[in-house]
């Protein structure tokens, strides 16, 4: 690219905008390794003494558990909306389906619907089915949320891959199903790797539900964890104590996102080689 | 293997695109069907490959009817438009496909993807990748895939439209040879003459869904059976005159003077409405009778030369003969008509 004016005002511009961002976040790293004197921003004393929650599950309870939950919990949802977005995209993208219309508009629909407002409906259902209280029933509604998007993401990287692939495929001999697994699918490998990755980020993080639909249940992720522990009212409250379980929790996410940024950019490509 | 179409109907929704047409493919020929977009042709070629279900009537294989086989059991190679080779695979994967999807054991795979890629002239690419590929070397990859595991029949979708124009010479006398060495029928769908003429055995020409003749390329050249083929055929192209006979052997063209008739045409009535055709060959060269005109147009092409002649009635005519230089834009002549080799069509743009 040629620049036809010096990029430096901009640079300066932005720069002055995201410094108290920028300072945010690094004061949160500092301040969980540091202690400082009271009244002051400028660390005095260097400590891990905030990390002491890793390995001490008496300061605010086991965080191991927790994360391990999570995990499952991100894991588990990757795995279902991966299976059903790579074969429901592939479907809708290729297959002569009854209702075809229907779904995609259904989908669109589902996709611009803001889930707090089916909390109602999801709550009678999960009651009903017994799931209410459980991790299994979180891990169904978080799932099933992210299918709209991630149907209509998978249908938009099928649509790139040519048709003659396919038909080239079924000349060779190859069953419909073998064409999809062996020719189609690794076409699309982009495409699933951001959406996984995308899913996991967004199961990583999620709070609303844990907290809504499992509310008195047995277990704990780490978003409801990192709740008991930044409340004030709580006898163990810490205020470096809160950041460091909460570093803690961003970690993963920006390890994915640093491996992984340019391929999460293409997803909005809807498939094209970025 | 002989294919054998049978009355073979393909309607999409309510619009009938082909009726009821029948073709037959000699064992080993290479046959061309050639025609403008949207004339049926492809779908021609996926009703025989099995990817369009046919409607009507029945598609043969030697005697084995294979109208509701499905395409993994026809035992069909196709080359796409766009080669549809596999990107993720190597060069030697893509051809080893069809193969492994039978079930194969490798050793079998290996022998005979070295032997196919050594008739194809790619055994160096084996380990590459489509992307690395030029065109032409795509195409190679794309035939060597669809004759792996020796199909009956060898259907080529438009195989040179994505190659410039050098490769689509090279890649021209390639196919042809590859299928003469193995002996395949092979089935070209094209809307180029040049292509079919150069490539085939023989030309199916089809027009709106229908085929208008079948016959070996000079024969459809030298006696097309109607003005559509004739102006099909050819480049540069067959000039149409529209006129009528004079009862005297001779053509007056409309609101112009006349010009002679083939001898065989000399008993038609004065006053049959006709169409003459003028190939640019047959103005110019040798012949009986001499046209005068003025030259209105030059367009050298290297070893020949391209001139329209503006006749005095306003008839142009064109004319293509060895580089010469010594006429020019503007100068009056008076060339020889080779008026045997002339085509007349009557109204209905049939051949009389």
Known sequence: MTRNFSAWPIYALLGILSAPLAVMYLFLVIDTFTNAPPGSLIPNEFTFHHWRFLWDASVTGDVWGPTATTFLFATTMVVIVLAVSSTAGYAISRLNLPFRRFFLSGIMVMHAFPSVTLIIGVFLVLQFAGLYNTLIGVILVKASLMLPFGVWIMKGFYDQVPWEIEMAGVQDGASRFTVWRRLILPQVTPGLLSLGIFAFIDGWSEFMLPRILAPSANFQVLSTYLNVVSDPNSTTYNFNLFKSVGLFYTLPILVLFAVFQNRLMNIFGGGTKG | ?352
């Open chain 2, 1 to 352: 293997m002989q294919v054998t179409l049978k009355d073979f109907t393909k309607t999409f929704d309510d619009m009938t695109v082909i009726d009821k047409m029948n073709l037959t493919v000699e064992d080993g020929e290479m046959l061309a069907l050639l025609g403008p977009s949207g004339c049926g042709k492809s779908t021609t070629l996926f009703a025989i490959c099995g990817i369009h279900r046919i409607n009507g009537g029945q598609i043969l294989f030697g005697t084995r009817d294979v109208s509701n086989v499905p395409s993994q059991k026809r035992n069909v190679g196709v080359v796409f438009q766009n080669y549809a080779l596999y990107p993720h695979l190597t060069v030697s994967e893509n051809i080893a496909f069809p193969l492994s999807v039978r079930g194969d054991d490798k050793a079998k795979i290996e022998r005979e993807v070295r032997a196919i890629a050594e008739l194809t002239h790619i055994e160096e690419l084996l380990a590459r990748r489509p992307a690395q590929l030029s065109g032409g070397q795509q195409q190679r990859v794309a035939l060597a895939r669809a004759l792996v595991r020796k199909p009956d029949v060898l259907l080529l979708d438009e195989p040179l439209a994505n190659l410039d124009a050098k490769l689509r010479l090279e890649m021209r006398s390639e196919i042809r040879r590859i299928q003469l060495e193995t002996g395949i029928t092979a089935i070209l769908v094209t809307h180029d003459q040049v292509e079919a003429m150069s490539m085939c055995d023989r030309i199916a020409i089809m027009n709106k869904g229908e085929i208008l003749q079948i016959a070996t390329p000079t024969d459809m050249y030298r006696a097309p059976v109607n003005k559509f083929v004739a102006g099909f055929l050819g480049n540069p192209p067959i000039v149409m005159l529209e006129g009528k006979a004079s009862g005297d052997g001779r053509f007056i063209v409309n609101g112009g003077a006349g010009l002679p008739l083939p001898s065989r045409l000399a008993n038609i009535p004065g006053d049959t409405p006709l169409s003459l055709g003028v190939r640019p060959e047959h103005f110019g060269a040798a012949g009986a009778s001499q046209v005068s005109g003025t030259i209105t147009f030059v367009e050298p092409q290297g070893r020949e030369t391209l001139f329209d002649v503006t006749l005095a009635d306003g008839v142009v005519l064109r004319s293509i003969q060895p580089a010469r230089e010594d006429v020019a834009l503007g100068h009056k002549v008076a060339w020889p008509l080779d008026a045997e080799k002339l085509l007349a069509f009557d109204a209905t743009g049939q051949a009389v």
